[in-house]
């Protein structure tokens, strides 16, 4: 049996990190729901200035206020970074005027590289579900936020894999919900997050 | 009384005349005076052209701390077939050295030398010395890796010269990773890739869902080099497995895929219950840290490379042509992402050495280099076991010896007679 999969919600001193605190348990139901791989049935919480955040290789970042790293956050991102990690960071506001999109791109751009459009045809899209492109949210059809379909991801990527994932889709909005109510739903929208996964686990 | 003074004095009479008689025989047929030319470790390579002009009948002797270079063998066996004795005694360090491709994507050479315990070792090529070592005390020889070497190297055991060629490098081929999708497939796979190895994977994620290479190669050896299991998924693969590791194939079984079905016949040994570790928040995370399975009853055929405690870590066997390498660690990501400074780097380096040590490589094809050495043995070859050194032969006793001898006795006889009154 492999170590197990451990969703991993990160943990900034700025900002609302923990706005969306129903995507962990929805996205754990999703992997176990579609795969076989081994997932912890609950996630943690890694705090960034905290150097055991390394032993999480995939993180999931959110909010909706301003991103600033301190230096231990920042070194540790780095070193996180430069190990293999993937940082999937989510803009809850779906906004690309607002202060974390615009914070949080530039604490990246500082930390580790600057973000570049992700083609749509990049693996991530087909490492499990085939999808042609970052799948939109009710949030961009209904107008909220910017009131822009973004029709790529940002990504930094080192020796050819993703290292930073940059969303403003607000799927932090799209899958925080009771993984219970996924029968309500005609089709499952938490299907990419099993791509993220997926690719966190196999590029 | 005067019986006994005359048989003394014809007794000295008879033996003067027999010692003319065996001169006078002498000189007509003379003894083969043999002389014996010595010489030591030191000298004995410039001393064999002058032994080349001395006559066939000069016994050559040689006392050896150290076996010569081949050519000073050849040349002393050569000598031998031309009619010489040649001998030769002492005790050279019994020595071999072999050189062999490290196969990697980094290439390099691997010098294996076998030598007496406490002996020192000294690597060097042309460049000048790369490194030096000692025989511990219950050893039986050393082992070094060179990156890079000019042109053949050299090698001395105490004062016993070697030298081997440097193999042709090998171009390795491919890396099967197979294991269900997870961090440890995704970081081995990464860490072989960033050390430059052409790595296919092969991860499962859902019944019947793989997520891999688009071209997946055949499970043979003109493809692949070795195959890494990470866990029982490897039993997908079937029979090809031990097919492909009596060809010759590496096979690496990790954390517990040496318990699936179809490769356990294969492993070093069994799978022992994992052994885990309580990791306090501060400990800094290290190979094996988290805990492991340790290798259970390693068989007779196999060998334990690596033990933590009273477990068994790393074991390898041989089957048919290939080599098994059986490691116990399931999570040596966790060294990776959570290790001390430089632990990235060290997982790469630790993971390319198990990859290299059980990779396959093509055989030795006509035309190689000489890449072993072993003088002593050479040594034994053309000029046999030592000896002593033959008796110097001076073809008689001196002839002025035996002339004053001759005169010593007639003088006797004659002054015998004189005084008892006869002429």
Known sequence: ?203 | MRSLRRRFEVGCRVVAFALIGWLIGTSIFPAPRRVVERASSSDVLARLPSWTRTPSSAALHATLDAAPSPLGVAWLAALRHAGHVVTWNGAPPASIAVAEPVIAPSGGVRVNVAAPANSRLILADVAGTIDSTRVTRDGLGAGFTVPLSLDSLSLHVDRQPLTVARPNDVAPRAVLVVGDAGWEAKFVAGALEERGWKVVTRFAVAPGVDVRATEQPRIDTASLAAIIAIDSSVGTLGAAVQRFVEQGGGLVLAGSSAGARSVSALAPGSVGPRIRRNVAATDTIGLGTTGYFPVAAVREDAIALERRGSGVTVAARRVGTGRVLQVGYDDSWRWRMAGASGSEAAHREWWSRVVSSVAYAPATLEGEPKIFDAPVVALFGRLGPPRPAPVTSRGGVDSRLLLAIILALLLVEWTSRRLRGLR
């Open chain 1, 1 to 203: 049996m492999t170590t197990e999969f451990v969703f991993a919600t990160a943990q900034y001193d700025s900002g609302d990190w923990d706005s969306a605190p129903l995507v962990p348990a929805n996205i754990i139901d999703t992997i176990a729901r579609y795969t076989e791989i081994n997932v912890a049935p609950t996630g943690v919480i890694a705090p960034l200035s905290d150097p055991r955040m390394l032993r999480y290789p995939f993180l999931y970042l959110t909010g909706h206020l301003p991103v600033r790293f301190s230096d231990a956050e920042r070194r540790n991102v780095r070193q996180f970074v430069d190990r293999g990690g993937l940082l999937f960071i989510d803009d809850h506001n779906h906004d690309i005027d607002g202060v974390f999109h615009k914070t949080a791109t530039e604490e990246i751009a500082r930390t580790v590289a600057p973000l570049a459009e992700l083609p749509n045809d990049h693996p991530l899209y087909s490492s499990f579900f085939k999808f042609d492109g970052p799948p939109t949210t009710s949030h961009e059809l209904n107008g909220w936020g910017d009131n822009l379909v973004h029709k790529h991801l940002l990504a930094v990527q080192r020796r050819g894999r993703i290292a930073v994932l940059f969303s403003s889709k607000d799927y932090s909005s799209e899958w925080n919900y009771h993984p219970d109510s996924k029968r309500f739903l005609s089709v499952d929208n938490t299907r990419f997050a099993v791509n993220l996964v997926v690719y966190a686990l196999t590029a």
